[in-house]
């Protein structure tokens, strides 16, 4: 039987329930308004320092997916699944709250509640009014909070001001207003198969526009409220874990990681992007790909895929559609970039503050509220054009979401600058941060094609995503280094480029063709370095 909680009583939830994975149910309603309910996960100075634990329509999940929002459900205007023991250690309070979207006030409610479900079992229950409340258009309906153990308290205190005020009242404050978002696809159950979020930025997004009570789950966020003290009450224990009404969502993999591979035969192998005089980092896999497995052990497997041994699209464990999609499922590793697999890029916006300069038309999907618009190439990119015929289109991706790049299936890779800089042809730059510095650089030669070869020089701190035809290869740089410009990827910035007098003639050279092609030779001190793929534009 559950405990009825009035305003300001507090208990442990080990004396609720001996379970850590909890339902929370808010059930709110007044003819002609709508509702925004979210979680707030707090510090210790009960302020949103990290805004991706901030739940709302918008961002329902935190990275760990400790928090999520499952969406209305079993009665309820809105619910979570709150899973304690995996909250981070920097989150010491939830607080539960609503907010009016649009004109009106709490004292226009009818009767609701905040429940908690553990084990399909009602434990408690904080039943309020309208009459609790006057010109108020927000209210904090309950809250989890850290005190040794975890706790849940009865709250219902209400702000003038809506969700502005609630948001200052946590450290946080709302974006600038924007055209309202289209509403977000439902997810049933435990399981919605949405996105993590991301850290730093501090402003948090603007309330959703009006929408029929209906499951509505989106992307990840943090932050949240405390408590009053009150009195204890006598308690009762309950068992189980799993909150009702749904299965438990799978965990994501964890984010794959680039195994150490030894270096050539005879030399070190240097670093892609390690800076000219820098000392060399522990040697690691092949640009783009993983180490092989030691001599007699099965390969590890490549992102999103099974292990050695267990087919392709066969569950590791279980079975059924969940376990089936498992091993596609989206990775959400708390960074910036996420590769998703070899053909796909995630860059999550809510990090980093700056935005995302990208290949017009390489976005393939995005979550949350993102903006996309033209970035001009400018008089120089207008002369790379010229000379080419080739102009890179950019995009300019802001907002606060996940945006999904691709580009007709080519590898990607991610690469982090700190400091120092690279040169990639202008060919081969799907997306890179606003943040870093970059220009375009004209390789002239008699016989590259168009007469020159534009490549862009990255600079500063930032990441930048280089596409490439295949898996390429990593060389150093020596006296003796050639490399055929159409097939050359990217170089270190301190590396000398000289076109080759060399010629040589193709095999497959066809009537009114010279078969003819025109080599790079690259010069530099120790520890510069090329990429090549195996694959000619």
Known sequence: MAREFQRGHKARISDLTAGTDLYVGVQIAAPGLTFDISCFGLDADEQLSDDRYFIFFNQPKSPEESIQLLGAQSGDTESFRVTLDRIPAAVQKLSFTATLDGAGQMSQIGPGYIRIVAGGEEVVRYSFTGSEFTTERAVMLGDFYLKDVWRFA?????????????????????????????????????????????PRPSACPPPRPPQAPQPAPAFGAPSAPTPPPAPQQPVHAAPTIAAPLAPPAPQPPAPPQAPQAPSPYGQPQPQ????????????????????????????PAPYGQQPPGVPQGVPAAGAGLQAALQPYKEAATGQRWTPQNQQLMRVDLTMGGAGVLARQGSMVMYQGKVDFGYKGAGFVGRAVGNATGQEMQLMRCTGRGQVFLAEEGSHLHPIELQGDGICVSAENVLAFDESLQYEVRRVEGHGIPGGALFTMLFQGSGTVVVKTHGTPVVLPVTPTTFADCNAVVAWSAASQVIVSSQVRLRRNAYPGHSGETVNLQFRGAPGNFIVVQPYEV
């Not at 978002?181 to 997810?187: G, R, W």
């Not at 892609?272 to 390969?299: C, D, E, I, L, R």
């Open 154 to 198: 009865a709250v219902g205190q209400g702000f003038d001001g809506g969700l502005e005020a609630l948001l200052k009242n946590f450290g946080g404050e709302v974006a600038e207003e924007e055209a309202p978002p289209a509403p977000p696809a439902a997810a049933p159950g435990f399981a919605p198969p949405a996105q993590a979020a991301a």
């Open 272 to 299: 892609f992007g390690q800076v000219p005089g820098q000392a060399a980092p522990p040697p690691t896999a092949p640009f783009g790909q993983s180490a092989p497995a030691p001599y007699g052990q099965p390969a």
